[in-house]
């Protein structure tokens, strides 16, 4: 089965490695926007702005 995963985040990374794992025949994909060291959708995220503090 082909598989396109919107979103990178959490629940999005989770239900790919879970539809791999539950079928190592399935083509899974995720895609995300972001860049790959983001962080965003993992938690607490403080700006530069507030670090600098």
């Known amino acids: 089965m ?5 979103g990178g985040g959490p629940a999005g ?3 790919g490695l879970l539809m ?4 190592s025949r ?3 994909t995720i895609i995300e926007r972001n860049r790959p060291y983001d ?3 993992w ?3 403080f700006s530069d702005a507030t ?3």
Do not use: P, S
């Not at 082909?2 to 919107?6: A, L, P, Q, S």
């Open 39 to 41: 962080t965003f959708g």
């Open 13 to 15: 990374l989770y239900f």
């Open 51 to 53: 670090l600098e503090i």
């Open 2 to 6: 082909n598989i396109v995963c919107i």
């Open 43 to 45: 938690g607490v995220v």
């Open 20 to 23: 791999k794992l539950g079928d």
């Open 26 to 28: 399935n083509n899974v």
